[in-house]
Antibody
Framework: VQLQQSGPGLVKPSETLSLACSVSGGRVSGGNYYWSWIRQPPGKPLEWVGYISSSGSTSYNPSLKSRVSISAHTPENQFSLNVNFMTAADTAVYYC??????????????WGEGTKVTVSS | DIQMTQSPSPLSASVGDRVTITCRASQNINNYLNWYQQKPGKAPKLLIYGASSLQRGVLSRFSGNGSGTDFTLTIDSLQPEDFATYYCQQTYSASRTFGQGTEVEVK
């Protein structure tokens, strides 16, 4: 499985960021997966943003929940991230990742290459 | 939210050293603890899942241990390519959290 990210590298303050992650070698629907987004501000640790499960349920970071949505697009075999009302604090490298889940294991084993997003007018 | 605290940060070491990084959870997370390695400008790489299971393809000098709230990542005989930042992550809660990272740097 490979994940290919697409989306803008520059977003204006107050605008919406939209990123997509295309899945090759697997399907976003079906299987024991959560399709996830993680971000990393410059010089800072990884921050989990949220996920959408193969069945369509979602979970979001409480600190971002009011501004974030993650969707799956089965025909295109993609999943996407929208972040509303972007500010400078949202400047980060955004990663998509596949998260395997079963009764005993839960981990992100495949990652996209990352998209550097800068918020600036 | 479950808080994850790593120590030390940073960790200074030499090639050949045995190094141990600690991760402590703010509450019991059973063994839902993963370790990732990240090099500058690269995506993280999964090393250990379920606290102690080695991800396929990861060399056996990496090992993980622990359960409940206290966990460790050990690197036996540190190699030049192991100088990187290491993150723990809990997946016990639907709201996942990472530790702040431990940079393993050249002593």
């Amino acid at each position: 499985v490979q994940l290919q990210q697409s989306g803008p590298g520059l977003v204006k303050p107050s605008e919406t960021l939209s990123l997509a992650c295309s899945v090759s070698g697997g399907r976003v629907s079906g299987g024991n997966y959560y399709w996830s987004w993680i971000r990393q501000p410059p010089g800072k640790p990884l921050e989990w943003v949220g996920y959408i499960s193969s069945s369509g349920s979602t979970s979001y970071n409480p600190s971002l929940k009011s501004r974030v949505s993650i969707s799956a697009h089965t025909p295109e075999n993609q999943f996407s991230l929208n972040v509303n009302f972007m500010t400078a604090a949202d400047t980060a490298v955004y990663y998509c990742a596949r998260n395997w889940v079963d009764e005993t294991s839960d981990y992100m084993d495949v990652w996209g290459e990352g998209t550097k997003v800068t918020v600036s007018s | 939210d479950i808080q994850m605290t790593q120590s030390p940060s940073p960790l200074s070491a030499s090639v050949g050293d045995r190094v141990t990084i600690t991760c402590r959870a703010s509450q019991n997370i059973n063994n839902y603890l993963n370790w990732y390695q990240q090099k500058p400008g690269k995506a993280p790489k999964l090393l250990i899942y379920g606290a102690s299971s080695l991800q396929r393809g990861v060399l056996s000098r990496f090992s993980g241990n622990g359960s409940g709230t206290d966990f460790t990542l050990t690197i036996d005989s540190l190699q030049p390519e192991d100088f990187a930042t290491y993150y723990c992550q809990q997946t016990y809660s639907a709201s996942r959290t990472f530790g702040q990272g431990t940079e393993v740097e050249v002593k």
